[in-house]
């Protein structure tokens, strides 16, 4: 399993929200770049950014930051966040991100993601957000009524890289992963899991280990110091 520092933009800093909500801001890291610059001295296997701006408001609004972030760290970087047209994607792509990431387009037009995905084989990840058991959409301000295993359904067969599984409850709240959601996910998506939400320790990692997943996100915990990035890659990936 991979281990993979997250960094959310909004209103030009690296922060980390209570559930995602706007109103509830967790800590500011300060500069994206500089909070990039910093996990990528670890050698992670991958970073994960997230324009928060854009999932709020529907559309990329840090992209500048994020190409800077992407042309800085030697780490492959997987971008989400407001990437809801084809041309969103590919520029991003353009600007040298590994993988895009996509979740309310998903929710709304399975097929749009279905094809993006045939155009990039193994580049678009679907981010698959879940509150109270149906898909949250909109930078998660809204809950479809969309059952996730649904749209899994509806997706298989697509190219994609993988599903990104987030428990909205426990993000950003150091309260540990979902464990049992997270294993049917892992049992059920046919896609590799990279999990999300809720860890705060070595511990909770090694347990999304055991189950399965294929990587981990990790964000509040690095930042507050509940987690060290450098001995959790060298016990959860060996290295």
């Known amino acids: 399993m991979i281990v993979i520092p997250a960094v959310d933009i909004r209103g030009?800093?690296?922060?980390?929200?209570?559930?995602?909500?706007?109103?509830?801001?967790?800590?500011?890291?300060?500069?994206?770049?500089?909070?990039?610059?910093?996990?990528?001295?670890?050698?992670?296997?991958?970073?994960?950014?997230?324009?928060?701006?854009?999932?709020?408001?529907?559309?990329?609004?840090?992209?500048?930051?994020?190409?800077r972030i992407v042309s800085s760290v030697k780490a492959p970087v997987e971008v989400g966040g407001g990437i809801r047209t084809r041309e969103a994607a590919r520029e991003y792509l353009g600007l040298g991100a590994s993988r895009v990431v996509l979740g309310t387009r998903a929710a709304a037009e399975p097929e749009f993601v279905r094809e993006l995905a045939r155009e990039f084989p193994g580049r678009v990840s679907l981010g698959l957000d879940v509150s109270g058991g149906r898909v949250a959409v909109k930078g998660w301000a809204e809950s479809s009524a969309l059952d996730p295993f649904e749209l899994l359904e509806a997706l298989r067969g697509a190219p994609l890289a993988e599903v990104i599984y987030t428990d909205v409850s426990r993000d950003g709240m150091l309260s540990g992963p979902g464990l049992d959601s997270t294993r049917e996910f892992v049992e059920r998506s046919g896609l590799p899991v990279i999990a999300s939400g809720g860890v705060s320790s070595l511990d909770d990692l090694e347990r999304l280990k055991a189950l399965g997943c294929f990587g981990a996100i990790v964000g509040r915990a690095l930042y507050a110091g509940t987690l060290d990035l450098a001995e959790a890659i060298s016990q959860i990936e060996g290295r």
């Open 12 to 67: 030009g800093s690296a922060v980390r929200l209570v559930q995602g909500r706007p109103d509830r801001l967790a800590l500011d890291a300060g500069s994206p770049l500089e909070a990039a610059l910093r996990w990528d001295a670890f050698r992670p296997a991958r970073l994960h950014v997230v324009d928060l701006d854009g999932a709020f408001e529907g559309r990329p609004v840090n992209m500048e930051l994020v190409g």
